[in-house]
């Protein structure tokens, strides 16, 4: 399988021992902070979403396909790509490898809402992300 649009963004992360779970593999949520991690560190990369700014990241909407179960000990590489952008969100998808093996874990999608914290509303997407995604 292969994920839409353009990568962006890629880092590697250990698997931590607790966050396996009592069927000796890494729990489904993982995944999913596996993900947020990736795009909190990419988005910061450009200087964008930081708590004290008037504007940032809200997620509407995420999926996972989990490919392979994921067990201590591991290192994984999360690539994050920018797909479509609107007028106010930007699509976008994660995958999810072993650094070793270069096994496929799990593929991931976030749609990314921009956000004014002030009036809680939904806000025009930062130029930069903008420039990066395929449409």
């Known amino acids: 399988m292969s994920v839409p649009g353009n990568l962006v ?3 590697t992360m250990p698997l931590r021992w607790g966050d396996m779970d009592a069927y000796g593999h890494a729990n489904n949520t993982v995944y999913f ?3 947020e991690e990736a795009r909190i560190v990419w988005l910061s990369s450009l200087e964008l979403g930081a708590k ?5 990241p809200v997620i509407i909407k995420t999926s996972a396909t989990f490919m392979k ?3 201590h000990p591991a290192t994984v590489e999360v690539k994050t790509y920018a797909d479509k952008a609107g007028n106010t969100s930007l699509d976008t998808y994660h995958t999810l490898t072993d ?5 496929l874990y799990a593929e991931g999608y976030a749609k990314i809402v921009w956000f004014d914290r002030g009036s809680r509303t939904s806000t025009r997407l930062p130029d930069k992300l903008r420039a990066l ?3």
């Open 52 to 56: 004290d700014e008037p504007t940032g």
């Open 9 to 11: 963004h890629s880092i």
């Open 133 to 135: 995604a395929t449409g």
């Open 99 to 103: 650094v070793d093996t270069g096994e």
């Open 69 to 71: 179960e994921l067990a």
């Open 33 to 35: 902070r596996f993900f």
